[in-house]
Every structure is written in structure tokens, then in C-alpha cells.
């Protein structure tokens, strides 16, 4: 059994681009979702701001090397970056290319978000921007160069496997086939053997029931949306909530707590292997406005408690790998660097929770000190 792994989702729009700046304008990157946030209810907190790190560059050094540093500190070994790739086109994967320059020991992964980049979180549901695409040439350019990243050193491997994240595994045309050849091209290239994970949230089109049936090795649960075990009445709410959405009803507001029912749910429903996630917090009306959603009542002692019930689900794995959403999903209220006047750290909590859950009995465990 291997040793327990945190994996922090890491997403690389902090910083212009040429396509961000087509889309949205010139310099435009996630920092302005972040910026023009404002309270939608009595007692909501926006705009929430960076603090330490500062409204950051990815394009910066210096900001790269002292993430790296903080995530080792909080207990995090490896980034997943977001891994934008739409039939040999790539977006945001400058920021992970600087990373394995400056320190080859820190360790990533990938997480392919693969769907097409529309206009939808900014009210513009019918603007497509880049279109997500499958075909036989695109999978072997695709495993050329995940084969190459898997040859960098740096990628994280578990149990002599290499996970590999699927954001959307349903949209894969014949996802078995597909994923199947993707895997023995990868092999063909550099001898290493994807551990392919599916992205497991609520909903139809996000719920999978078993793995294997997509040519999946397990999923990983994001429980973030409302979770109905009835399918009638998921699809119920879901339509309720797109038809609030369109006459400018919401945002939608939830409690934090049902993050980690839905999780408890969904793991013991799935038929394979599921990897648990701590969600650190989530309120993306910055990016989503009035059609966004909010969990209330996150503050240090449920973050506490929600870590270490995800730790002990976790441990239930032969492959041991503890998703953290996320490292710096600002514009979606997701973060695990430091926020600005902050009264608690979400690093440091989860510092502690990670540290119990890995001491020995003959070792010191951590204590967590209270922030500043």
C-alpha cells in the first residue's frame, strides 16, 4: 500500500495569453473575475482577495518557486495542472513547463479538461471559443506528449502507475476505445502505464457508476453540486435551477457540510475505485454572477473535520491519492493559498490534518498554530 499523496488541482490562468486576450480583451486573465467580484445577498464576502502571494503573474519566477514552496509546507506533493488540449492545440501549460525548469523535484500531474471553451460562465452560452475534438491523429499527437511529460522525471507516479485525470470522460466518443489506445501509445513511447481517473460530480452527465464501463481505472469525486440519490428528483432540481438561472434568480446557496454527504454518497454508490476530494470552499459568483453557486458555514473547524473524513476514505485505496480542490481557483472560491486578512489558513489546517493522518505512533504528530 502506498503512502498517502495530496494532489492539489493547480489552474494556470494567471496571465495574459493570446487567446484570453482575442476572447475578453487585452491582458485579461482570471485576476479580473477576481477583482470586479461584489456581494449579491446581506452577509456575502466578495470580493475575497489574495494575500501573501499577492495578485500574482504565473509568468514570474519568483511566484512559481514560492508556491512550490508554500504547497510543500501545507503537506501538498504534487500540482494537478489543468492540462488544456483540444486536438493538438494547447492553452496554460506555460506555467508547468517553468515549474519543471526551476524545481525538477517538485511533482505534477495532469488533469485534461477536456471540453470546449465556451462563452458560458460569462453569460454567453452560445459563444464557442475553442471547440474540444477526437480523432486518431489527435490521440497519438496527445500521447506524444503526455509521453514526453511522463519522461521529464517529475510526473507522479503511484504503485509503478502514472494518474492522469479526465475532466469530462463521458464527452470521449467511445471512451474505451479511445482511452485504450491512448494508453498503449503512451506505453509504446516511454514503457509507463497511465492510471486514468474519471471526474466523478453530480448531475447526468457527471455521475459514473462504474469505471471500467468507460474504460476507466477509478474516478475521483468533486462534490461540489446538489446530490439527489433519486435521479427524478436530480433532474428535478437541476431543471429548477436552469430556469431560476434564466430569469436572473441566485445565486444558488447551499451548505459547505453537503460537499461531504454527497462524497460519502457517492463512493459507496460507485462499483470501482473512487478517490476522495477536500473542497476549500466554493463560491464562484465572480466568475458566474447571479447563476453561480455558493457554500456557506466553511470556516476552520469544518474544514478540519471535512479534511480528515476525506483522509479516512482515502486510506481505503490501494493507491492513495487525496484530491485537493483546489490550489488557486480563485474566480470559483477554491483556494488554498493564503487569502488576504485572513483569520484562519486553510494551508495550515489541512498541514495538520495531513500530518495526523501520516505520523506513526512512534513519531511526533504536528500541531496545528493558530494564524496570525
Given amino acids: ?51 501573501r502571494l499577492g495578485f500574482y503573474d504565473l509568468r514570474c519566477n519568483d511566484t512559481l518557486t514560492e508556491q512550490m514552496i508554500y504547497a510543500r509546507h501545507v503537506g501538498v506533493d504534487a ?26 523535484s517538485f511533482q505534477f500531474m495532469l488533469g485534461w479538461a477536456n471540453e470546449s471553451w465556451t462563452g458560458v460562465w460569462h ?28 519522461d521529464s522525471g517529475s510526473y507522479l507516479e503511484a504503485d509503478g502507475m502514472h494518474p492522469f485525470v479526465i475532466y469530462k470522460p463521458r464527452s470521449i466518443p467511445r471512451p474505451i476505445e479511445y482511452l485504450g489506445q491512448l494508453r498503449e501509445e503512451v506505453r509504446r513511447l516511454s514503457g509507463a502505464t497511465l492510471y486514468i481517473i474519471g471526474n466523478w460530480s453530480p448531475g447526468r ?51 459547505y457540510a453537503s460537499a461531504s454527504r454527497t462524497q460519502v454518497a457517492a463512493i459507496e454508490s460507485i462499483d470501482g475505485v473512487a478517490h476522495a476530494t477536500v473542497v476549500t470552499g466554493w463560491d464562484n459568483t465572480p466568475r458566474s454572477k447571479r447563476r453561480g453557486l455558493v457554500l456557506t458555514g466553511y470556516d476552520q473547524a469544518v474544514l478540519n473535520k471535512t479534511a480528515t473524513h476525506a483522509i479516512e476514505l482515502e486510506k481505503r485505496n490501494k ?52 494564524a496570525n
Fill in 1 to 51: 500500500m502506498n503512502q498517502l499523496k495530496c494532489i492539489a488541482y493547480y489552474l494556470g490562468q494567471f496571465h495574459p495569453t493570446r487567446e484570453n486576450d482575442e476572447f475578453w480583451g487585452e491582458g485579461f486573465s482570471e485576476w479580473h473575475n477576481v477583482a470586479k467580484a461584489r456581494p449579491l445577498y446581506p452577509r456575502h464576502v466578495q470580493p475575497v482577495l489574495p494575500g
Fill in 79 to 104: 500540482f494537478c495542472h489543468w492540462h488544456y488540449w483540444f486536438g493538438g492545440r494547447r492553452i496554460l501549460h506555460s506555467p508547468l513547463d517553468r515549474m519543471l525548469q526551476l524545481d525538477p
Fill in 123 to 150: 453569460g454567453e452560452t452560445r459563444r464557442l471559443l475553442i471547440e474540444q475534438t477526437y480523432d486518431d491523429v489527435e490521440v497519438k499527437a496527445h500521447a506524444e506528449l503526455l509521453a514526453r511529460y511522463l
Fill in 205 to 255: 452527465s457527471g455521475e459514473i457508476s462504474s469505471p471500467s464501463r468507460l474504460g476507466l481505472d477509478a474516478v475521483v469525486v468533486t462534490p461540489v453540486a446538489a446530490y439527489f440519490q433519486n435521479t427524478m428528483a436530480q433532474n428535478v432540481y437541476s431543471l429548477l435551477w436552469q430556469g431560476l438561472r434564466k430569469l436572473g434568480v441566485g445565486p444558488e446557496i447551499r451548505s
Fill in 319 to 370: 493507491r492513495q491519492l487525496l484530491f485537493v480542490k483546489s490550489w488557486n481557483e480563485w474566480a470559483e472560491g477554491n483556494v488554498l493559498e493564503p487569502r488576504f486578512q485572513e483569520t484562519w489558513s486553510v494551508g495550515e489546517t489541512l498541514r495538520g490534518a495531513l500530518a495526523q493522518a501520516r505520523c506513526s505512533v512512534q513519531s511526533k504528530c504536528y500541531q496545528p498554530v493558530a
